[in-house]
Every structure is written in C-alpha cells, then in structure tokens.
C-alpha cells in the first residue's frame, strides 16, 4: 500500500506479511494513518482534512490479492475492473476541496463498489469502526461454518426446499389470484374459436375468392376482349373479306420459305415466322375457349362476395388475412387447453406447497437444534479465550430466536417466520462481568473491550470465516503483562490461517509478528518512504526495547525484548 499527503504520512509505503504484521512506533507517528488508509481503500468516508496541509490532494494506492472466482473478484470484474495476475489495484483519492475518486483494477467506480468488497477483503477491529461479525447476518453464516456438516447438510436440503416452495407458491398466487382474468380470457377463446369453426376458413382462400370476385365483376368486359381480340387473330366468320393476324403471318412465312435456300439468315426468319405462327393459332384458340367458359352468373358473384364478407369479419378481429386466423385459432386452442386445465394444476400445486412446507418445517428444526448445540461449544471456547485476555469474568453466549408470524412455518409448536437460511435470528451476546445482563457484542463491550472480544470470536472461527485480512486496533487497549503475551499469542494463531495485521503499542503483542513495521517521524513531522521501515535483527530488539522501557540501549530492556522474542519463536 503506498500512501501520499495523508495526515503526517508525506510518502510512504507499507508492505504487509502474508502472516502476522505488527505495526508499531511512538504515540502520534502516524500508525493509525496505516489503519485510515486501508479504510479508504474498501470505501470509508473520506474526509477533506486528512489531506496533509499545503497538499492539494491525498492518495492511497493498494494491491490486494485475490483468489480468481472468488466473491470479491466477481463483484470488481462485474464494474469492470481487471485483475493483475491475481490481484486487484484499487486507488482512491481525496481533494483539500472535499472530492474523492475510486479507481478499481484500472476502471473509475463509484466508491460504493469499494465498500461493496470490504465484506469479502478485510474485517476491521478498532476503537471506533467495527465490521464483519458485528452484523448479524454474518454471525449465523460463521456459526453454521462452525458447526460444519451438523448444518450444512440440513442446509443444503433446506435451501432446495426454500427455493422450490418460492416458485409453487407464485404459480399458486398467479392461478388463484387472477382466476376471474383467467376465466374471462378462456370465455373470449371459446368465443372467437366457435366464430372460426362456424365460418370454416380454408388457408388460400382469401386470395382466391377475391381473384374470382375481381374476374365476375367484369364478366362482361372481359367477354368482349376477349371476342374482339379472337377476331383479330382468327378472323370474322360472318365477315371473310377482313384480314387476319393468322392469315397475314401465314403469307408472310410462304413468301420467306419460297426463297430460303438462297440464303440462311432470311430461312433463320422464316423459321421464327412459323413460330408466330403456332404461337397465334394457340393465343386463338385459348381466347376461344376462354369466352366460352367464362361463367358471368351474378348469383355466382353474390356467392362470392357474401363468403369474402365473411372472411373479412374474421380477419377484422383475429389476423390481417385468413393464414392469421388459422394460426390464431391453433394458438388460441392451446391456450384454452392450459386455462381449462387451471383446477387440476391448482390442486397438485397446493398439495405440493402444503407437502414443500412440512418438510421446511422438519428442516427448519433441525438447523435450529443443531446451532444451538454448535452455539454453546462456541460460547464455551470464546469465553475461555477471554479468561486469557484480561476479561476473566466475561461471558458470551448466542441469541437463537424466532419470530412469529401466523404465514410462516410450524417449528417447535409454533408459527415462525421463514427464510433463505432457516428460521433462526442469531446475535452474539457478551455479559462482561457477573451480574451484568447479555448484550450483543457491539453494545455489551467497551471500545478496547470489543477488539479483545472479536480476537477471541476470530480465533475461534478461525479458518471458517471466509474474509483473508483481520485488521485489529488497539486490540491491546488496557492491557498489560500475561495477558499482552496471550494476545500475541492468539493473533499468532490466527495467522496461521489468514492475515492480520496489528497497530499495537505492546511489545508482548509485536513479538509475536512475522514482520514488525516501525512508523517514525522525520525532524519536520511528517513520514516519509523511508518513514515506514520493516524491522529485523537488532532493529527489531532496539523497538522492543524502546516499547518495553522507553530506552533503546537498555540492557535490561534488551534482554527482556531477546527473551519475548524468543517465546514467540518457540510458540511458532
């Protein structure tokens, strides 16, 4: 993470373990600037007087890993972000004037998507600002992590059955409710499908009944041209001194053929010249025959019109030509069919939603018995954890309820509220000292009280909780001695199975760490690149000493910094 113009941080880079990083230096040097800075970067409210004076903006630049298919990278690949050989670049920058940018695997976003994959990147553990299992909805998914197969398994079914019973029901709501809709639209089917079937259309018949009626309607005249071209073609026989197209041709094809021999192009002609011929004495007798079939009987034409009327009230209501109304007609038979067939469907869909909710019902108490068994081994071990972490007389415990609610699920011999997840609400509850009432954790606990209480939540949960990163905040806060070396410890073991990282005053704690960070000031006040250094060797003795005793060249500060140096290394 490099970090420009933020509080006292001038420039500066902060490179964190895989494992356990503790971040350390005097009071004031800019530690929490690290912890601001991450908060940014997952879409914390940016807030113009971090901008360090006489800079016009503050920037904040990361790379964090992340596993391909992963939620985090689903949702970032989803703004159109891209991934960096498995890592997303996420910048995000603040004006003195008060603007903030965000800037996601190379691609501007809204800074809400940032806050979006804070869920699935980091769970933060400080004095003021607390996420992950703070939210209860992340308590019980951690709890049935916990509980593994014991839930899992009824989860699962669970699930298939919710999901199953969701789509029956809004078929059963859509049928029922929407019955007398239903009904009007199979009378209008019934209707307009006896209408057809009374008429009886045939596919064509339009066209061809308009064709006849254009035909009838001009019988007469088509007769007479008919007649009058006959004549020009054949001849008149009540006139035989007019010339006709036939005989005409019929000469010029004998004047042709009298000289053909004499040359081929002229015979080529008089060839074509027989062909007319023919070609006319077809036309001819085709007229002839057409004058004498034509049928010019006006009852015929009435016939004609009268089935066209009908037609066309079809095509009025039911398609532009009588092809779409035969198809309106079979689409109109298969609906009628569905709509007749709503009383038997029905009935099978409430016996199945009746049959679905029995058996969530039966699984719903399951789940429930099984997280309150999962809840009191986890109870057991997060109290133990706080017996060695300074809260000896601190309690915690699950809230497993359920709500009424007269449409839900019978579970126990009552009617609860259901969901995705069952029909339990967990909370996390925490009594920290005898005689004080359960509360949830977030109200139950002070400030450095809650960092010690979600140590010991995310050492138990350890390796169920899907987040990659803990940050803690003065998770030391008002502790001291033997149970300083026991959070060290804790967070060490934490380590093992995600990353964390730690601002910490305590050496007992820093020791612990698979890499130390040491923020200090320059002689101007401000941190520089160079003002965020990793620790190793005699640097890190010379911190531990400084934090121990306040006196870097202390012997005796030394010593006791080489002896928790090497406790730590034993435990690991």
Do not use: C
Request: charged share 25%; net charge negative.
């Amino acid at each position: 993470m490099r970090i420009r113009s933020l509080g006292v941080i001038d420039d500066a880079v902060v490179e964190l373990s895989p494992g356990f990083t503790a971040v350390t230096g005097e009071t004031g040097a800019g530690k929490t600037m690290v912890v601001t800075s991450l908060g940014l970067l997952l879409g914390g409210r940016a807030d113009p007087a971090l901008v360090r004076i006489g800079s016009p903006s503050a920037v904040v630049e990361g790379r964090i890993s992340v596993p391909p298919g992963a939620a985090a990278a689903v949702r970032a690949e989803e703004a159109g972000a891209e991934l960096d050989e498995g890592a997303l670049l996420i910048s995000r920058t603040i004006s003195a004037e008060g603007r903030s940018r965000a800037h996601l695997g190379g691609r501007s976003v809204p800074v809400g998507v940032l806050a979006e994959l804070a869920d699935e990147l980091v769970a933060v553990h400080g004095q003021t600002d607390q996420q992950g299992l703070l939210k209860p909805a992340r308590q019980r998914g951690a709890l049935d992590r916990y509980a593994g197969d014991a839930v899992a398994v009824p989860l699962a079914k669970y699930t298939y059955a919710y999901r199953r019973l969701r789509a029956v029901t809004a078929q059963l709501d859509e049928l029922t409710t929407r019955a007398r809709e239903r009904a009007q639209e199979a009378d209008l089917l019934r209707f307009g499908l006896a209408e057809i079937e009374a008429v009886e259309p045939r596919a064509g018949e339009d066209v061809e009944l308009a064709a006849e009626a254009e035909r009838l309607g001009h019988a007469e005249a088509l007769a007479s041209a008919a007649a009058l071209a006959h004549g020009a073609l054949a001849g008149d026989p009540e006139d035989p001194e007019v010339l006709d197209a036939t005989t005409l041709v019929a000469g010029a094809q004998r004047a042709l053929d009298a000289v053909r021999s004499h040359d081929p192009a002229l015979a080529a002609l008089a060839d074509r010249m027989g062909e007319i011929s023919i070609l006319l004495a077809d036309v001819a007798g085709e007229l002839a025959g057409y004058a004498d079939n034509l049928d010019a009987d006006p009852r015929r034409l009435a016939a004609v019109e009268e089935r066209r009327a009908a037609l066309t009230a079809l095509t009025r209501k039911y398609g532009s030509d009588v092809a779409a109304v035969l198809s309106w007609a079979e689409e109109g038979a298969a609906r009628l069919t569905e709509l007749d067939g709503d009383d038997e469907r029905i009935g099978e869909l409430a016996a199945e939603r009746d049959a679905l909710r029995a058996e969530l019902s039966g699984l719903a108490q399951a789940l429930t018995d099984a997280r309150t068994e999962a809840a009191a081994r986890f109870a057991d071990a997060v109290t133990a954890e706080l017996a060695s972490l300074a809260m000896p007389h601190a309690r915690v415990s699950f809230d497993i309820r359920q709500t009424d609610d007269p449409e839900g699920v019978e579970v126990g011999g009552r009617t609860v509220a259901y969901g995705p997840a069952g029909v339990d609400e967990v909370e996390l509850l925490l009594a920290p000292h005898p005689g004080a009432p359960p509360r949830p954790i977030a109200k139950g606990a002070s400030g450095g009280e809650l960092s010690r209480v979600m140590l010991a939540v995310e050492v138990v949960f350890a390796g169920t909780d899907p987040v990659p990163t803990y940050l803690f905040d003065e998770v030391d806060a008002g502790v001291g001695g033997k149970a300083a070396v026991e959070i060290g410890r804790r967070l060490a073991k934490l380590a093992k199975s995600a990353q964390v990282v730690v601002v910490t005053h305590l050496p007992q704690v820093a020791a612990f760490a698979d890499r130390q960070l040491l923020v200090e000031k320059t002689n101007d006040g401000s941190v520089t690149r160079s003002g965020v250094t990793v620790l190793e060797g005699e640097d890190r003795v010379r911190e531990l000493s400084r934090m121990l005793a306040g006196q870097e060249d202390s012997e005796t500060a030394r010593a006791h910094a080489e002896e928790l140096l090497a406790t730590a290394r034993a435990d690991a």
